[in-house]
């Protein structure tokens, strides 16, 4: 098991060069001359070339590149910032509680909403809880979530005034960005919660379970639920990476001093290494929370923790092979 | 007692025979399903908007009437008017036509690059498997918002670049479908029988693999249109992409963010737009998904 | 009269879809007495399994629907109980072995626990005093008890088979309802359950219903036999009535086409025609489209079980003695 968490922590790493790589030469390639930029319109071409040197502007790409990795990797550094000239990191981290923050809080409401619902959803097939969860689920889905976070605050705060339009520094300025963020994914769950459990309730050992003298309640949690679990974990993974563009959005929106909207505003200056940075940041912890949720999936499912354990080894799929026998039959 | 073979009657065109009922059977099932053809209602109301747009919207796009600015949705302006005094619904109407090019284009932009990709990898396995899945992993370690960020970052606003951002968003699951679909069916007998009588790889992949994921790539197709407009006008709220004073929806979003206390309609009905849109998108594609399904299970 | 255990009278079960109606059982009359091991008989198809799941009253609903009739289980009518009387009754006094061993057993708890599931419903008892008795449960169906942590993912299919019975004789039940448990396994695998159940059910005295469209495993372990086609009984009796002096035009087709060790056949002799179509069933007698004795009286009546010798009854016309004069 072990050494499957570990097999899987070494194969992100090429997935994340490969990601830094991309990035890189994304901006590389982005028109404009990084330190004519930070020296603003007044520099002179001596301060300009200056600066390219010092900040090794005028190395070969590779070596751009190789020099940028090292810096993130040894000593945690994504440059400084265009803007500020401050150092990129730091920045960066002073952001992050605020966007993990709301990062936990939508994948909360999220999950817990969308899971009782296509719980309850499944076990009233066809009743109008059903309907209307289908409904819900159907809008939920449809609606931009930078809208979302639009009518909530109209409806909330300009025209009820309960809750706060912008900031985040009480619970209370939590729950409109969570909910925005969260909304689009909660609907996205709850189908996929609701489609599961209808796949599982069918299942024979539902029926042994019943045979038992089982209570209806304990079934629908305890053997159903349990059971359908792996596709609803599949679906809460790949939303969080929804929610993490959502909440870039959000943050906008709702002025949260978080990474997102250090890299929208970052964006809007051309401030490109702290964009490389946030992107960075961002597909990291994405990668992390895949891996956490293969790992997850280990502890649900029995049968998928016995393949952890006994074999890291992938299955080598077979090339079509063209078989000499049948050139040899008439 | 001895078996006769029966002559082949050749005069039957199999495969035209086969593919009418498919189509017939789709529109059939789809016929059943009433949310489906709600969706499908709402998607032609978007072609024909976006097509007879000049006769529908009752004032230009980029009219503006300082006097007028700011007024709430009334008989004269039915969703209102703006900061410059342009009429909301006439700037829809007329909008409508960035979100059709970018969902259409950039949907068959990364269809035709994802089934290339899966097919190369599904079919020749091994390394080119391997190289092939290692970039689309590495596609999908950045979520797809972000990845769109990136690149109209790097390449600079305009739709053209919004479009291009947005596909390759999308080219992954275009590449897993294909590319799970021909690793299901390459073990399978038919295949042997078919190289086995001369089939070139090309026909293979073309008449026996693809066929099989039709299905699920119609289903993503109608799927892509819809999330390639969504994240357009994410972007383009943000600040990349189509820009104001442009038509675009996501852009009259933005622009209007400032007015939310002063003038709300400027905010609600470009979304309420983008909303229904994506609504009837996604009713047609469940729809296409549960009717294709059951017909066609790899 | 009372001697006996099951009683079940004129039951009917519909099952509804769509717009048709599946008639999967008709009518279906059968007794059991305590002890006794019950064979039924029957091709796939033929509501074997809807009749075992009435019997606990677990015809899923929808779409299923128990139309009429009444199921009497030591003394009262199983149909008209509570849901606390049915889930009490539910493994603890009736029982059931359901056919693929691979499904029937949840994957994500291990084969101990849902042994002690069962214990635990029917006894005021501690966790662990519920896997000690799953435990013993385990070692009685021949699995070590130190598997009990496993999942059963890990065991082969007649092992799995095995915890399943173990489940359903740990509280043991007076009546135990086995539908076709050893169609999915391996011939051995097959003899070995077969004489694990006989063996219970001596140790435990239980009353046992057998399905199974597989005559051999009847003539091994029933004491009757009831032969079921298209939703009905058409003939029920003693084994040696049954397999020596079979009376139904089925039955005997069915023992016809089996393949003979003792005589030397060219081919062997199948049932012309298909079972009916439970959602369209002829008037009258339901075999006579197949019926090589069919007249056309037999096409416009329905004829109804009757006791032809005792202990022996058929539900054919050839054998009737209520036989109406046509008008």
Known sequence: ?????????????????????????????????????????????????????????????????????????????????????????????QRVPATVTLAVLSVAFATIIGVVTGVIAAVKQYSIFDKLATIFAL????????????????????????????????????????????????????????????????????????????KEIVIVFRHALRNAL????????????????????????????????????????????????????IAFAFSIVNLLVDILYAFVDPRIKSQYKSSGKMKKKAPIVATKAKEETT | MTVTPTAIDTSIDVSSIKKETLLQQTWNGLKKNRLAMVGLFLIILL?????????????????????????????????????????????????????????????????????????????????????????????????????GISIVAALGNGIRNVIIAVAIGAVPAYARIVRASILSVKEQEYIEAARSIGASDFRIIMHHILPNCLAPIIVQITMSVAKAILEASALSF???????????????????????????????????????????????????????DPKLKT | MDENILSIRDLSVHFIKDKSVVKAVNHLSLDLKAGETLGLVGETGAGKTTTALSIMNLVPNPPGKIVGGEIIFEGTDVLKRSKLELRKMRGREVSMIFQDPMTSLNPVMTVGDQIAEVVRLHNQCSKADAAVQAQKMLELVGINAERYGDYPHQFSGGMKQRVVIAIALACSPKLLIADEPTTALDVTIQAQVLELMNDLKTKFNTSMILITHDLGVVAQVCDKVAI????????????????????????????????????????????????????????????????????QYCKDHDPALEEIDPGHSVKCWLYSQQREVEE
């Open chain 1, 1 to 93: 098991m072990i050494r499957f968490i570990l097999k899987r922590i070494l194969a992100l790493i090429p997935v994340l060069l490969g990601v830094s790589f991309i990035i890189f030469c994304l901006l590389y390639f982005t028109p404009g001359d990084p330190a004519e930029y930070m020296l603003g319109m007044d520099a002179t071409e001596e301060n300009i070339q200056e600066l390219r040197e010092e900040l090794g502007l005028n190395e070969p790409f590779l070596v751009q590149y190789f020099n940028y990795i090292k810096n993130i990797v040894l000593h945690f550094d994504f440059g400084k910032s265009y803007t500020t000239k401050q150092s990129v990191t730091i920045e960066l981290l």
């Open chain 2, 47 to 147: 072609l024909f908007v976006t097509i007879f747009a000049d006769f529908i919207a009752p004032y230009g796009v980029d009219d503006q009437d300082l006097t007028r600015a700011y007024t709430a949705p009334c008989k004269e302006f039915i969703f209102g008017t703006d900061d410059f005094g342009r009429d909301i619904f006439s700037r829809i109407v007329y909008g409508s036509r960035y979100s059709l090019m970018i969902g259409a284009v950039a949907a068959t932009l990364s269809a035709v690059i994802g089934m290339l990709i899966g097919s190369l990898a599904g079919f020749y396995g091994g390394k080119t498997d391997n190289i092939l899945m290692r970039f689309i992993d590495i596609m999908l370690a950045i979520p797809s918002t972000l990845l």
């Open chain 1, 230 to 281: 792996i596709p609803i974990i599949t679906v809460v993974g790949i939303s969080f990476g929804g929610m993490l563009g959502g909440a870039i959005l959000a943050e906008s929106i709702f002025s949260v001093p978080g990474i997102g909207k250090l890299m929208v505003d970052a964006i809007n200056v051309k401030n490109y290494p702290m964009v490389q940075g946030g992107v960075l940041l």
């Open chain 3, 228 to 295: 079921m086609y298209a939703g009905e009984i058409v003939e029920t009796g003693d084994l040696d009535a049954i397999y020596d002096n079979a009376k139904h035009p089925y039955t005997i087709g069915l023992f016809g086409s089996i393949p003979d060790l003792d005589n030397d056949t060219e081919r062997l002799s199948p049932i012309a025609g298909l079972m009916p179509d439970p959602t369209a069933l002829p008037d009258g007698c339901s075999f006579s489209p197949r019926c090589p004795h069919c007249t």
């Open chain 2, 238 to 292: 943000i600040g990349l992409g189509v820009q104001p004073p442009s038509a675009e929806w996501g852009a009259m979003l933005s622009a209007g963010r400032a007015y939310i206390r002063k003038a709300w309609w400027i905010v609600t009905f470009p979304g309420l737009a983008i909303a229904t849109l994506i609504f009837g998108l996604n009713l047609f594609g469940d729809g296409l998904r549960d009717a294709l």
């Open chain 1, 139 to 214: 809008t939920g889905v449809s609606m931009p979530n930078f809208w979302t976070g639009l009518m909530l605050i109209i409806i909330f705060s300009v025209k009820l005034g309960w809750l706060p339009p912008s900031g985040f520094s009480t619970p209370m300025h939590w729950i409109l960005p969570a909910l925005t963020v969260g909304m689009a994914s909660s609907a996205t769950i709850m189908r996929q919660t609701r489609s599961a459990m209808l796949e599982v309730i069918r299942q024979d050992y539902i029926t042994t379970a019943r045979a038992k003298g089982q």
